[in-house]
């Protein structure tokens, strides 16, 4: 289309392009920097005309100052005329009003400063929005655009949209993973832009790796799993979009309340008029109602809100989302994925009469590296965290639904079902097995070598360590009531409704049968439901404030919800909610302070006491003092997580690898308890376990009391937070040493002739149960109060 221009009278002249689009960048500038441009005119019309009334030259200094407020009516007339055209409430009207009425009384210094105020006002919003959003718009800035496929030997730039699933991606060091896959080789990212922490995260072969993190520590190959469209990174963008663009409904209920100041400000200006007999009165009562800075306060302090939350880690779907979730009474929580891990991991190898545990292990592991089953994963993961060495298996052959067969170092290895390796009738073992497994909520797979059933892995999907924590911190948060509602079975859930702290199990939940949960509830007071699967979007969407954990990727649940969770931590719920209630608090404040002292100021100019000059630079101090408060909201405020210095985080990481290592010595005290016999009874296996006890466990153990235990006190400011711990070191040292007098002194008893007693086999037995017990339950503890303080 080409621009064209009149010369003259009956006359055109055809714009040069280059012209035109000059034209354009400069509407286009004008537009984005209107409110600088105002409230340089205005401060300099202000200024020159305060120079000019020194010098003694007063018809200049009125001049000015009726242009500068010329220019602040004009502004004012364009926004109410644009908030009527909208239908959308205003109370620019007061400062119209106060503006003409300054003009009309001869006050132009008065319409000055007014013009100077919207000006100031409009310009830090502007300021306050935009450094409250940037933790926001980086997200949507740094999406990547363009991919690296490698075909055939051959390096592709392409772009994002164009990578489909199974390609395989070159991500060199410094480059975002453009959509999500599966790593190749190990590799260590920088995850920040997703979860807020700014350590790097090692990550093996076979992990799963999100787009959006940052290769950090050299070249890595992803086999894709998603697209660009579906990737993680794609939908924390979507989510962002949604959050910039809410309004909240305090925002709204603040207009209306300006809204109401309209009619008020007009009947104390026409009283002051009426009963003083003096415009100016009028004017001055205008002049220092004018509120419209003063209700920038409140998108402040709750955009301010939304930028705190995103840095850490929880992205809020706009203002009206983080005012419900201030709300907040009741929380319902799903369990799988969201209490719990939601990934499977290996608890336990139960060896079959002779079996060695861990070569089953390994066998089942190799075998399952060319499996794509959910459970093949957490077995490979388990064989290498301890040290076993897999080989690549041959002939294998996947059986859908049932397990895996193939050939491991010239052996036949089945690793699947129970119905699917043992056939037919199970018999006393598997049946053993099996009970075990249903009495833990667990599943079972068994091993089968050469024809032969060696071993039973048990893997369940555990409790996350910082859920009990984060139950505990909603509560302070002022959450009253704490639900799960999950479709598990019974037992399962009641397992983890104690271990977590809540007031109520709902258990075999349909996604129906949690909508009516929640209708439920809502008798308690505003809900809010927590859950990370496609079948909990419909609740999501039911509740007042649907939180979704979107971690390992996006999903419906966090389409349909109004908080996404980032990280992989359910504790950053209850920071979530503290910084939604500060920030209301804060808006809440401004209003208040903001409409409280106008209200002062308007009693006073309507007696007389302010003239319309002084009151408008009165206002202008309030306003400025409104937004100031509102400004708060930016600072970082309590949380219930806790900060550790980065030395403290390399000492816990260091500490958790070793508790975790240990694991598998922890299972073999209740292996050997459990082969203890009063027939012919042979202690050797208890032997071995106590050397290994005292020369891996106890060292351990020692380490955390004199290192683990002052970091986690520093940590919560608090030394009763450890005693518990402190004591269970004791005690597992006692005990340890028991065992250890008692098989001396059996070993004594022999050497002198005499038979091992049944009753020193079952005072052994009972002491090694015992100290399996007390691991057991120490672990816990220690995951629970101190591993979970630095992030997975």
């Known amino acids: 289309m080409t621009a064209v221009r009149t010369s003259g009278p009956g006359s055109t002249a055809v714009a040069a392009p280059g012209e035109a689009a000059d034209g354009r960048r400069l ?39 009726v242009v500068a407020t010329l220019l602040g009516l004009l502004v004012a007339l364009a926004t109410t005329i644009d908030a009527a055209r909208h239908s959308r409430p205003t109370v620019d009207v007061i400062a119209v009003l106060a503006l003409g009425g300054a003009l009309w009384v001869g006050e132009p210094l008065a319409g000055a400063i007014i013009t100077l105020m919207l000006a100031t006002g409009q310009v830090l919003d502007e300021r306050a929005e935009a450094r409250a959003r940037r933790e926001l718009s980086l997200l949507v800035a740094r999406a990547p655009r363009t991919a690296r496929r490698l075909t055939a030997g051959e390096l592709v730039e392409i772009p994002v949209d164009d990578v489909a699933l199974g390609d395989r991606l070159l991500v060199r060091t410094g480059e975002v993973v453009p959509v999500d896959g599966r790593l190749t080789c190990a590799g260590t990212f920088d995850e920040s832009a997703l979860t807020g922490e700014a350590r790097p995260v090692d990550r093996p072969a076979g992990d799963d790796v999100r787009s959006g993190v940052v290769s950090a520590a050299g070249p890595v190959e992803v086999i894709t799993t998603t697209t660009a469209a579906t990737s993680t990174y794609a939908g924390l963008v979507r989510l962002v979009e949604q959050a910039q663009a809410g309004s909240a409904p305090f925002v709204r209920s603040a ?46 302090a709750l955009v301010s809100g939304l930028s705190r939350a995103a840095r850490l880690g929880v992205v809020v779907k706009g203002g009206g989302a983080l005012e419900r979730l201030a709300d907040g009474r009741v929380v319902v929580f799903d369990k799988t994925g969201t209490l719990t891990r939601g990934r499977p991991t ?37 064989a290498l965290a301890r040290g076993l060495v897999l080989t690549m298996p041959t002939d294998v052959v996947e059986t859908h639904g049932q397990g895996v067969a193939g050939a491991v170092d010239g052996r036949r290895v089945r690793v699947g079902r129970l119905a699917w390796v043992a056939g037919g009738e199970p018999d006393r073992w598997s049946r053993q097995v099996r009970r075990r497994a249903d009495l833990d909520g667990s599943l079972s797979v068994l091993v089968e070598v050469d024809g032969a059933t060696v071993a039973a892995l048990l893997l369940h999907d555990p409790v996350r360590p910082d859920a009990p924590r984060m139950v505990r911190a909603l509560r302070g948060a002022g959450i009253r009531r704490v639900v799960l509602a999950t479709g598990d079975r019974a037992d399962v859930a009641d397992m983890v409704g104690r271990i977590v702290g809540v007031d ?96 002062i100021a308007m009693v006073a100019a309507a007696a007389g006491l302010l003239a319309p000059a002084v009151g408008a630079a009165l206002q202008e101090v309030i306003d400025v003092l409104a937004i100031g408060i509102a400004l708060r909201a930016v600072l970082p405020g309590p949380l219930h997580s806790v900060v550790l210095s980065e030395t403290d985080r390399a000492a816990l990481a260091e500490l958790r690898d070793e508790h975790h290592a240990l694991g598998p010595l922890v299972e073999r005290v209740g292996q050997v308890a459990d082969a203890l016999t009063t027939e012919a009874p042979d202690l050797a296996d208890a032997r071995d376990l106590l050397t290994a006890l005292e020369t891996d466990l106890l060292p351990h153990e020692r380490a955390d009391e004199t290192l683990l235990l002052p970091l986690v006190a520093r940590a919560l400011r608090s030394t009763d937070a450890v005693a518990a711990l402190s004591r269970t070191h004791a005690e597992i040292e006692h005990q340890v040493a028991r065992a250890r007098r008692l098989v001396e002194g059996i070993d004594d008893d022999t050497r002198d002739g005499a038979a091992v007693a049944p009753e020193d086999v079952v005072e052994l037995r009972r002491t090694l149960y015992g100290l399996y017990a007390i691991l057991r339950l120490h672990n816990a503890q220690e995951d629970e109060g101190a591993m979970s303080l630095a992030a997975p």
Request: negative net charge.
């Open 346 to 382: 290996l608890t336990d190898v139960v060896p079959a009469a002779g079996g060695d545990p861990d070569e089953a292990l390994r066998l089942a592991a190799s075998l399952d590296q060319a499996s794509a089953h959910v459970l093949a994963a957490p077995i490979v993961t388990a």
């Open 255 to 300: 207009d209306r309340w300006a809204v109401l100041l309209v009619p008020l400000t007009l009947a104390i200006a026409a009283l002051a008029w009426v009963v003083s007999g003096d415009p100016v009165r009028a004017v001055a009562v205008l002049v220092v109602a004018t509120p419209c800075p003063l209700l920038l306060a409140a998108p402040i």
């Open 504 to 599: 109520a199990v709902l258990a075999d939940c349909s996604p129906a049968d949690k909508l009516r949960a929640l209708r439920a509830e809502a008798a308690h007071g505003p809900t809010v439901m927590v859950g990370d699967g496609i079948n909990d979007a419909p609740a999501l969407a039911e509740a007042n404030v649907g939180v979704a954990l979107a971690a390992r990727g996006a999903t419906a649940s966090s389409e349909a919800a109004d908080v996404v969770l980032t990280v992989d931590r359910v504790d950053a719920l209850g920071d979530a909610i503290l910084v939604a209630r500060r920030s209301r608090r804060i808006a809440r404040q401004a209003v208040g302070v903001g409409m409280g002292l106008s209200l």
């Open 27 to 65: 509407v286009a500038w004008l537009r984005r920097r209107h409110e600088a441009l105002v409230l340089g005119l205005s401060l300099v019309l202000l200024a020159g005309g305060g120079v000019a009334w020194w010098a003694g030259a007063t018809a200049l200094a009125d001049a000015a100052w």
